[in-house]
């Protein structure tokens, strides 16, 4: 992308309205834009960082067996009525009443919705095990929206739904989707750890937050350093295998918990060096609920001895927009963000000392196209702006890797090459620096 | 794809609610289920055949320049009371009040949203031009919502935003949308056929609707049958270049109208043989509005001689989701859905008729391997089910190819390759089948 067609709005100032610094270098690199309280547009540069967030994860689903579809963000009032939720929900639930009087909801999740199309269409365990799941907006009217994405009103998640005949089969589906999430995080850049969690207004026995370390994070955590050494399994998992060795090592072998389910005197026997105290962000959340509600909804299958049964369900959330902010908050400095590779909105950015050079700019469109061949999504600024103002641009928005292009380095055969997260310069020759960021 | 690990709910009756072909083909082929009147979830294989047209939307909007970025579904009621349209929009607006009182509504088209944006960053023409796009749901609603995806109340729309500084500009980049617009449904296997429109509630004074012709066509349409010959520019079409005389050639050699600006004295010049009275789906539309919302939102630029002065606007919308019907009435016959292959949810089905067999199965698995690794996308059906409703069902959902293996045909080293838009079916080699299909 030519930064010239491109739409990156970056800011000199910080807005006042940014409290945390995912939000001011959001709003600084000109990534997003409030419409209204914790409702955002996604401009260009996040837009991009949300999609990648998005195919990391939408992959991760995929392999671990899941199938996607696509609910819609209003539902019918009375489909919440079913599981009785309708009233139970309060305030953060968008009530919409439409042009005939009918009652609506903006979803803020969908387990109502996803278990009448379940009952719609399966009544026998040889279509079990099924996990759908859908990456769709949704709506919480937060008593007060705040920090930027991290605790926005309209947001995009990540949900899916296991179905299965019993509750072996359940586990087995809630085993799947916990390494699903270990596998997701990690390819992001993030250690996210898991931590047994209440389950809140969802329901069920059996749940585990998935918690970012971050010094602005959201609630207290207590954990035994050693469970951020342990392994997560390669792309060749076996999915169709058995996942509980992984999951008991991570969540019996190491002491992992949120404030709200801490226990001191167990904290107490991890050895004094080990023990962390800190603060984490939530970025995922996973469920065994059983038949909360298949029983009351009526979503029965036949097993094989032909008895009809409410289905076994679990459900998993992975807030994707929330996930931007999560990201930022682990990786920045002074400067800026420093995007992990595989979430980074471009891969490198050009930097043009001086426009309008026959060599400079030759150099640069043969890397920006060799570049672009490669796959590796370049940004090339050939605007005007003097080059203290691209270097701090370039600094912000913070791409992987900086190839700066002028005409003093180049009268040496050289290039500057900079990484980012590092800081380290180099000068080399173009084809060099090229090798070394496709590398 | 393995069909046993998918979720496909092919129904045998025809749903009473269904009043057109694609309708009833959506429902019956496990695309779609409507949880309120036009509201619907998009089943697994909808959501493929939804993502694969929105993939090609995105694919010549960024060839054509255009900046893809995502606002949000909800708005706030002052934005539209700034250009006046707040109040004029009747009951289709989906008017919201949050929990506290302040006014929202979900966005049926967002003009205002993308006004407000441009205005907070953009004070030169040195930016210019610029052209931004989203492809997010909205929703009108209809006071009689039918006819499946064609006229549902939350649809899936592609919008975009074009600014420049003056007429001459906007003309321009009204035709690069006008090309765009044409490469985007040629991929898609429609002939769709620009034609004059009135610009209704989005105002302004050149308007383009594309139309595609179907008998169950919302509209009527008269064209010269010649302009379903006119020349399409590649992918190679220089944005950059001058765009006139394709979007003339499209919009003055030839007739082409719906009714509502028919003028049957003009449509008489047409040589008898080639006049075509039918009926047509529109499935785009391209606006030119000029200070229609810059002037009251003070949207302004200042020009190279340093004077401000309104943007000049255009807008440009595909309904992505209406374009799953359109492309069902124009492609199916009495066995179902016929996908053209851009569009297909998969590229080809694999038809085991006989699971457990072990000639059979490994002569189907070394076909999935091998088409898989090709890109093409198999669905495999290997379940139990008898072959006649593995036929009729395959048949349904409309792949391009079908792939049948048994062991009655490997016997003599062949398998059975069908055409599914032709019927054609051939008796041959699986290698040979296989490199029909990858041809």
New interface residues.
Partial sequence: MRLS???L?VLKETPAEAQIVSHRLMLRA?ML?Q???G??????L??RV?RKIEQIVREEMDRA?A??????????AD?WRESGRYEDYG??M?R?T??HE?E?L?GPTNEE?IT??FR???RSYKALP?N?YHIQ?K?R?E?RPRFGVMRGR?FLMKDAYSFDLDETGAKAAYNRMFVAYLRCFKRMGLSAIPMKAESGPIGGELSHEFIVLAQTGESGVFLDRRILDLPIPGEDVDYDGDLEPVVTAWTSRFYAATEDVHDAARFAETPEGERVTARGIEVGQTFFFGDKYSKPMKAVVSGPDGVERPVQMGSYGVGISRLLGAIIEASHDEAGIIWPDAVAPFGVGIISLRPGDALVDAACESAYAALTSAGLEPLYDETDERPGGKFAAMDLIGLPWQLIIGPRGLAEGNVELKRRASGERRSLPLDQALAAITG
Same sequence: chains 1, 2.
Avoid: C, S
Wanted: glycine share 6%.
């Fill in positions: 067609r491109y739409f709005p000109g834009r419409e209204a309280a409702i955002y547009a996604w401009l260009p996040g837009f949300l067996g199938v996607e579809l696509l609910m819609p963000t209003l539902q019918l489909l305030a953060e968008l919409i439409d042009r009918r609506l903006y919705m009448e199309i719609a269409y399966v099924k759908l907006w709506f009217d008593q309209e």
